[in-house]
């Protein structure tokens, strides 16, 4: 009977969502995955299930409001962390997977009425989640940006030497920055390109928004603006540098409980190797007396 109603449920939702799908006029799934891919970087294959998934989002992101602060700042994030969604998406994206996981409260009821309070917590689980990503992304781009700064810093000042052209400087460095660095570094340089220099360090301040980055961003706008900026960026080197030694001493602190682990499983297996050789022998000698 279960199995019955099981296999009930399975055909009810399939024949709901075909015509739902109908009524709204929701595209193909190859259609979805085309225009999906269109705009992905990488060589990473969209999974059918992300692609209906955004589709239910971008019809629910029309019903989202969302005040003008907390859009531009999140549709800052989105952008810094690469995710090409509007701030409506994103929301409505979670919004259905958190969804989705909470439908199967009513087959749980049904079946098993313990599981369910287990399939709601984990849904509100899965929204957070999902509602956490574009920061959790910019935050591990943004360690790997700041690991840079101290190497970036350096190059500034042999280049203030020479020349005070802030574009080449930064089309320099892009050429032997890392990936998500040189990726901001060409957004940079081409919004530079077509606006104000000034402005155009302004904003990528923003998309970063990181603190090391914003006194690297006010130091070439006063370079743009006429100061010499030498002894700036020679003492924010040494800031950096120093910096960059508390965060080497705080992943080195976090090596040696790694080692207590491994250590912990060798003395084991060494254990086990005697004792069980001790038993091998003991078997043996008793075998003999008998």
């Known amino acids: 009977m279960t199995f019955l109603i099981i296999i ?7 024949g709901l969502f075909f015509i739902m799908a109908d009524i709204l006029r929701l595209p193909s799934l190859a259609t979805q995955r085309a225009m999906q891919s269109a705009g992905k970087k990488g060589k990473e294959k969209t999974k059918s299930i992300d692609i209906l998934l955004l589709g239910l989002a971008v019809k629910l992101a029309k019903y989202i409001p969302i005040d003008e602060y907390k859009r531009n700042r999140m549709k800052n994030t989105l952008n810094a962390s690469g995710i090409n969604m509007t701030p409506e998406e994103y929301m409505a994206s979670a919004i259905v997977k958190a969804g989705l996981i909470a439908l199967a409260v009513i087959p749980c009821l049904m ?11 984990l849904s509100i689980l899965i929204y957070f989640k999902e509602i ?52 901001q570094l060409d957004i940079l340089t081409a919004d530079m390109r077509s606006s104000s220099y000034e402005a155009a360090l302004t904003r990528f301040e923003a998309r970063i928004n990181s603190p090391m980055l914003s006194d690297i961003t006010r130091g070439l706008i006063g370079v743009l603006r006429g100061d010499d900026g030498s002894m700036y960026f020679q ?56």
């Open 235 to 290: 003492m924010l080197s040494h800031d950096m540098k120093q910096l960059e030694l508390q965060r080497l001493k705080a992943e080195a602190m976090k090596i040696p409980p790694k080692i207590r682990v491994f250590s912990f499983i060798m003395l084991m297996c060494f254990m086990m190797t005697y004792m069980a050789i001790i038993i091998y022998e003991i078997i043996r000698s008793f075998s003999g007396l008998f």
């Open 111 to 121: 079946i098993l009425p313990l599981l369910a309070p287990i399939i709601a917590f």
């Open 8 to 14: 009930f449920g399975v055909l009810l939702a399939l």
């Open 132 to 183: 956490r990503k574009a920061d959790e992304e910019l935050k591990e781009k943004r360690e790997k940006i700041e690991k840079e700064l101290p190497r970036f810093v350096a190059t500034i000042i042999q280049e203030l030497k020479a020349s005070r052209d802030v574009l080449s400087m930064l089309e320099n460095f892009k050429n032997n920055a890392g990936e998500d660095f040189a990726n």
